[in-house]
């Protein structure tokens, strides 16, 4: 009968242990699910953003070479991305596949100037910096003009913030839901040994001493249930570039790499800093509170 009981304790003890992984493998996954939607919210937004950028129109008369150069000169500006030079033969042929009929017949000439088209950096993707630039390259004498759209360029940096102020909100109401799913989690775990806390007490153990096989525990735990959440992140992503290989370009596998990290810490600390002040609790606590 004593080895029935035994037994029962044993399974009741491994199947409370294998709970309290599992949750903290889930909020971890979640944390870490949610990491990998703000990187790639990121990542979309400098994208969509450099994308952005300048039609410069040239002068009729301007000749090959003095495009070129100053081709060559915005690639070497800080705030340029990319550069394309279009010719008017270029531009004649792409607006003939855009309306299906050869427009330079019926004109008996070819309308279209010279270009270069121009992608900026993401960082200066908004209204005063594209008006900053527009003015500068206004005052070479060999643009005629500058084409972009200022109410797309609006529009797009409003929803960008938009966005980020939402998941900015989101992470941090995570945040406190995955703190007091883990702390729960370990409190409950600890409870079931509070007799067992309170019994080394009373026969001398120090507070330091009766802590330690807890919280190496409680940090092994926290160790297992990080890389269990990681290992799954990383089979989510490799499916879903599977599925979509786009998503590849909106990846830094730096800063992946960085949230890894950031979730194998926070498995450990949040478990440590649980365990730790509910232990404290029970230690403090007096026999008679242990029953409720």
């Avoid at 500006?77 to 009929?101: D, H």
């Avoid at 269990?228 to 370009?249: H, R, S, T, W």
Wanted: aromatic share 10%; hydrophobic share 50%.
């Amino acid at each position: 009968m004593a080895k029935k009981d035994e037994r029962l304790q044993r399974r009741k003890l491994q199947s409370s242990r294998a709970t309290a992984l599992i949750s903290i493998t889930l909020v971890l996954l979640m944390v870490g699910l949610l990491g990998l939607i703000v990187l790639h919210a990121q990542k979309l937004s400098e994208y969509v953003r450099e994308n952005i950028g300048f039609s410069i129109i040239m002068k009729e008369n301007v000749r090959e070479a003095g495009i070129v150069q100053l081709q060559k000169t915005l690639d070497a500006s800080r705030f340029v991305k990319s550069t394309e030079y279009i010719t008017p033969e270029q531009a004649a042929e792409e607006l003939q596949e855009e309306l299906g009929e050869d427009f330079i017949s019926f004109l008996g000439y070819n309308p279209l100037l010279p270009s270069i088209e121009l992608k900026l950096k993401a960082e200066y993707t908004n209204i005063d910096s594209m008006e900053m630039i527009e003015n500068e390259l206004l005052a070479n004498t060999d643009v005629k003009e500058i084409y972009y759209q200022k109410d797309l360029v609006h529009l797009i940096n409003k929803n960008i913030r938009r966005i980020g102020l939402v998941l900015l909100g989101f992470s941090a109401l995570l945040l406190v839901i995955a703190v007091a799913l883990i702390n729960n989690t370990i409190r409950l775990s600890v409870y079931s040994k509070r007799f067992l806390i309170k019994t080394m007490q009373l026969v001398g153990a120090t507070g330091g001493f009766i802590r330690r096989p807890f919280l190496w525990y409680a940090v092994m735990q926290g160790l297992y249930a990080a890389f269990i959440a990681i290992i799954c992140l990383g089979l989510l992503l490799y499916f879903f570039q599977k599925e979509l290989p786009e998503l590849v370009n909106l990846q830094d596998p730096g800063l992946i790499l960085s949230l890894f990290g950031l979730v194998l810490l926070t498995g450990i600390v949040l478990t440590y800093l649980s365990t730790w002040f509910a232990v404290k609790k029970y230690l403090r606590a007096k026999a008679d509170r242990l029953y409720y």
